[in-house]
Nanobody
Framework: QVQLVESGGGLMQAGGSLRLSCAGSGRTFRFYAMAWFRQAPGKEREFVAT????????TYADSVKGRFTISRDNAENTVYLQMNNLKPEDTAVYYC???????????????WGQGTQVTVSS
């Protein structure tokens, strides 16, 4: 089991950058693939990015490819999401998630954080 806590959200102007962090508890963090999802008001939760247990492979949603970068530090039990060139449509609550395999769907992840709000103004 792993508990996840996100941080780093906030208000940013379009074109700016933010880095989200997700701290995991326990000694099993390195055994999980990790991902970031987001949910805007009135919309379903959508996939953003995912990374394998070792960090050797990543996958991104088309909407963030080239702007966002997912990374992890297993020594620190932390996964990051570097978000550059932010757009108003990136406004959402961002969630990190842990699961057994690299995946792009909500059902593929068992453990979730509580979310952190990102708001991008135009």
């Amino acid at each position: 089991q792993v508990q996840l806590v996100e941080s780093g959200g906030g208000l940013m102007q379009a074109g700016g950058s933010l880095r989200l962090s997700c701290a995991g508890s326990g000694r099993t963090f390195r055994f999980y693939a990790m991902a970031w999802f987001r949910q805007a008001p009135g919309k379903e939760r959508e996939f953003v990015a995912t990374i394998t247990q070792t960090g050797g492979s990543t996958t991104y949603a088309d909407s963030v490819k080239g702007r966002f970068t997912i990374s992890r530090d297993n020594a620190e039990n932390t996964v990051y999401l570097q978000m550059n060139n932010l757009k108003p449509e990136d406004t959402a609550v961002y969630y990190c998630a842990a699961g057994p395999l690299l995946n792009t769907v909500v059902a593929g992840f068992k453990y979730w954080g509580q979310g952190t709000q990102v708001t991008v103004s135009s």
